[in-house]
Every structure is written in C-alpha cells, then in structure tokens.
C-alpha cells in the first residue's frame, strides 16, 4: 500500500472519529460545540477532498476503497450519538439516528455477505446526497451547542429526518440489488 495524500486524508478522519466525543469530556460548550463543529467540518471536508484527488491524480487503492467508507460512517456514527445524548434524546432525533445506524449496519453487512460481488452495491448519487445532508445536519445540530435557537434546532432535526428518509430509500434500493445474491441456491 501506498501512502497517497487521499489515504492519509482518510485515516486521519478516521482518527478523528473517536476524538469527536471526547472533545466534549475535556471542554465545556461552547467551546466543546466550536471544536466539535471543526472536527466534524474538517472531516466532512477531507471526505469529499480525498475522493476527488484520488481520482484526479489517479491514485485510487484498494485501501483507500476500504477505508474512506469505514471513516465516513465511524464520523457520522459517532457524531450522531453525541448530538443526540448532548440533546437529551428527543424522540425524533432518536429515531432518526435510530434508522441512520440500522442502514449503516444493515449495508455494510450486505457488502460483506456479498463479498466479490460487492460490487454490485456501487455507492449511488442519491447515497451521496444523503452522506451530505447527514453531515449538514449533524453540523447544524452541533452548531445548536453554541447557538442555542430553537430554529437551528428544529432545521438541524428536520435535516436528520430528511437524511433518515433518504437512509431508507437508499438502503432498500441496495437491498434490492443484493436480493437476486442473496436469493442464490435456495430451495423452493
């Protein structure tokens, strides 16, 4: 394996992950919430960037393939759980998180299961647009720490819904491509 600046973009974010939360075990808000916000902005960031150079400079890896995904889900994983406990764990942020973990899960489980044929569950344009609108509102809920609006609250909420709707469209479209697999040499 080489080590390509897209690679190391992506295992520096990776790194970041598990900081995320413990910024809030070291410093109180708003200055938490401020360094969070950095955290998780600079990682939705070097998601996008180490993408785009990998491609451009032709440097894509087997590695980078591997572990960009697992970085981007451990970032929106553990973001979404310290938005939603810093919230009290409203209902609806709850059960938007809730959804968002179980598609998380339930697709990487599918591409694991698949194996080789994995890639048959190529990430999507709509799956894009729903990483976005995940790290927009993750972002904006964060950003409710040093705020503190009703109105950024109820934006970042709806924007966690909406990525949540877009979470179950995505993921029954993966498991619709996984089923003639996953169907193989069964017995009627």
């Not at 600079?42 to 980078?64: E, H, I, P, Q």
Request: glycine fraction near 8%.
């Amino acid at each position: 394996m080489r080590w390509t600046l897209p690679n190391i973009l992506s295992v520096l974010r990776l790194c970041a992950a598990p900081l995320f939360p413990a910024v809030y075990f070291l410093w109180d808000s708003p200055l938490a919430d401020w360094i969070a916000l950095a955290l998780f902005v600079g990682a939705a960031a070097t998601d996008w960037v180490d993408g785009y150079l990998a491609r451009k400079w032709n440097v894509v890896s087997r590695f980078g393939a591997m572990v960009d995904p697992i970085a981007d889900k451990a970032m929106v994983l553990i973001a979404l759980m310290v938005v939603v406990a810093q919230a009290g764990m409203p209902a609806v942020m709850t059960l938007a998180a809730g959804v968002i973990v179980f598609r998380e899960v339930f697709v990487s489980g599918l591409r694991e299961f698949l194996g080789a044929r994995a890639g048959q569950l190529k990430v999507t344009q709509l799956a894009k647009w729903k990483t976005t609108v995940q790290m927009v509102a993750i972002s904006v809920l964060i950003g409710h720490g040093i705020v503190a609006s009703p109105v950024i609250e109820t934006l970042g909420t709806a924007l966690l819904v909406v990525a949540a709707g877009l979470t179950l469209i995505t993921g029954a479209d993966y498991f619709s491509k996984a089923w003639p697999h996953l169907a193989e040499g069964e017995r009627r």
